[in-house]
């Protein structure tokens, strides 16, 4: 299990996703990754593409300007 | 047991794919999504951008449907590829800078790799004979078929039966007769079998997802090629393009002007890379210079911006404007009263 961390400042959506999508690719089930986005349209879209891929949200933090997603890896 | 055949659907996050994909799903077919992010989706960006529209749910539609269908959505990243198609289309145009047909023959080539690449056995469409003026017509599907590689691997299950059958029919992976053969601009047989299948809430139909139909968009973008002299652009021209006033008041120069906090804020982060001026002495927006401006031009954008600013009806507006070389001078002009702004500058 290793952690890992994504920076998806000044994209805009699908842009986050897609990143998260392409680093989650390189990486193995049960391992975790921190995205730092700056579009609340992550906020959104991030879970959703969780959710349909099966991968599992840690946590999100909306601070003044970013936001903080943590995902960890599904198996499937 | 046999393992089900598996298809890819292309995702577009309208109705039509949305209920292609369940189609085909309800016959025991294993489905997954794809869906192409050329840079020019409407998807997203002018809400994240404009903060009026901050408040509207910021949903994407691709992995919306691909909830209400239960798949995985792979979204893929094709920006670059993409500009050869918007350059140079083999088909041309439609009614503004949108290469829909081109566009279409592209997204199923690159759905045909990834079947390959994933070992999927066919790919699905959303495709509707008559809906789309240029690129979803009789003429026009084999050759959608054709030049993407695809031929008989891809098939439209909601005009299905106005077509020959496909390698998923013909082999029986899937029956042709629970298949549809919708055809024409009506969106009824959509909406029914909408209902049908219990989906309440779906986006905008077909259309309206891309900015290259919008001719508004594609005049700028026409207006950025010939101002530089050649049809390529980078994903921040592109972006840049949907946000704030562009306004050209001499050949060698645009300006953009942020309409509202939001795009301010948005255009913030392109001030490394821009001359760019603010008022100091009012609030009033950001302004990037994109060409080659001169110090009689600064000044036009200048008075420009104060008109833009709430000193429009002052005397005189302070302008801080930043050049590329590091350097920094306040200007005090005279706002540009809105009556001598020429109509032909804003592009």
């Not at chain 2, 600013?309 to 005279?334: F, K, P």
Request: aromatic letters at 6%; proline letters at 5%.
């Amino acid at each position: 299990m290793t952690e890992h961390q994504l920076d998806a400042r000044r994209m805009l959506c699908p842009m986050p996703v897609i990143r998260t999508q392409q680093k989650v690719e390189q990486l193995q089930p049960g391992d975790t990754v921190t995205i730092t986005c700056t579009d609340p349209g992550a906020l959104h879209d991030i879970p959703a593409w969780c959710r349909v891929n099966g991968h599992e949200i840690l946590d999100m933090q909306q601070l003044d300007d970013e936001i903080i997603i943590g995902v960890r890896v599904g198996g499937g | 047991m046999a393992q089900p055949r598996k298809a890819v659907a292309l995702i577009s996050g309208g109705l039509d794919s949305l209920l292609a994909a369940r189609v085909i799903q309800q016959q025991g077919i294993h489905v997954e999504g794809i869906n192409f992010y050329t840079g020019f989706c409407v998807e997203g960006h002018t809400h994240a951008i404009r903060k009026k529209d901050q408040a509207k749910p910021k949903r994407n539609n691709a992995l919306w449907v691909a909830e209400q269908l239960g798949i995985k959505l792979h979204i893929v990243d094709i920006i670059e590829e993409y500009k050869d198609i918007v350059m140079n289309p083999k088909h041309g145009y439609g009614a503004n800078l949108n290469p829909c047909l081109d566009c279409k023959v592209f997204m199923v080539r690159k759905a045909m790799e990834w079947i390959e690449a994933k070992d999927f056995d066919f790919i699905i469409t959303g495709e509707v004979i008559g809906q789309r003026p240029m690129s979803q017509r009789k003429a026009t599907m084999p050759v959608i078929a054709e030049e993407s590689g695809a031929e008989d691997l891809l098939l439209r299950p909601l005009c299905a039966k106005n077509l020959a059958a496909s390698k998923p029919e013909r082999e029986g992976w899937v029956d042709r007769e629970q298949l549809h053969g919708f055809s024409g601009r009506s969106r009824k047989p959509q909406m029914a079998l909408a209902t049908e299948f219990g989906f309440e809430e779906y986006a905008q139909p077909a259309g309206g997802c891309c900015f290259l139909t919008d001719a508004k968009y594609s005049d700028k973008l026409a207006d950025l090629w010939q101002s530089r002299g050649t049809r390529r652009y980078e994903l921040d021209d592109i972006m840049l393009l949907k946000v704030g006033r562009h306004l050209r008041p001499r050949p060698n120069f645009k300006i953009i002007v942020a309409r509202e906090e939001g795009e301010n804020k948005f255009l913030q982060g392109y001030r490394k890379q821009f001359t760019h001026l603010f008022p100091t002495s009012h609030l009033g927006p950001l302004v990037l210079i994109d060409g080659d401006a001169g110090a009689a031009d600064l000044e036009l954008a200048s008075r420009i911006a104060a008109r833009y600013s709430q000193g429009r009806d002052a005397e005189r507006v302070d302008i801080e404007i930043h050049t590329l070389d590091g350097n920094s001078r306040t200007l005090q002009v005279e706002p540009m009263r809105s009556g001598d702004i020429p109509g032909d500058w804003y592009l």
